[in-house]
């Protein structure tokens, strides 16, 4: 049996992993045109940045940018909810 949390002490919060689980749907998407569409959709949408390389677009790095904005929207929405 766990003890639980301590009187006084406030619960933790949840990890928000509302951006992650969007963008994991996108990526299921089964056209490539409609996995491209949304992914610059999200880029434009939460402020991050569309790669291209050789004037085509660049699946990979926009797919690293838009993980790490979901993960930092993440600690930044739980940090916000604990002060």
Same mark, same amino acid.
């Given at each position: 049996?766990? =003890?639980?949390?301590?009187?006084? /002490?406030?619960? !933790?919060? !949840?990890?928000?992993?509302?951006? =992650? &689980?969007?963008? *994991? /749907? *996108?990526?299921?998407?089964? $056209?490539?045109?409609? +996995?491209? #569409?949304?992914?610059?959709?999200?880029?434009? $949408?939460?402020?991050? &940045?569309?790669? @291209? /390389?050789?004037?085509? @677009?660049?699946? =990979?790095?926009?797919? +690293? =940018? #838009?993980?790490? !904005? !979901?993960?930092?929207?993440?600690?930044?929405?739980?940090?916000? +909810?604990?002060?």
């Amino acid at each position: 049996m766990t =003890a639980g949390r301590k009187r006084g /002490q406030p619960p !933790a919060m !949840a990890y928000d992993y509302r951006r =992650a &689980i969007l963008l *994991v /749907q *996108v990526l299921a998407l089964k $056209s490539e045109l409609d +996995c491209e #569409l949304g992914l610059r959709t999200l880029a434009r $949408s939460w402020g991050t &940045i569309t790669y @291209f /390389q050789d004037g085509k @677009f660049d699946a =990979a790095e926009t797919i +690293c =940018a #838009l993980a790490e !904005a !979901a993960l930092e929207h993440g600690r930044g929405e739980t940090a916000k +909810c604990l002060t």
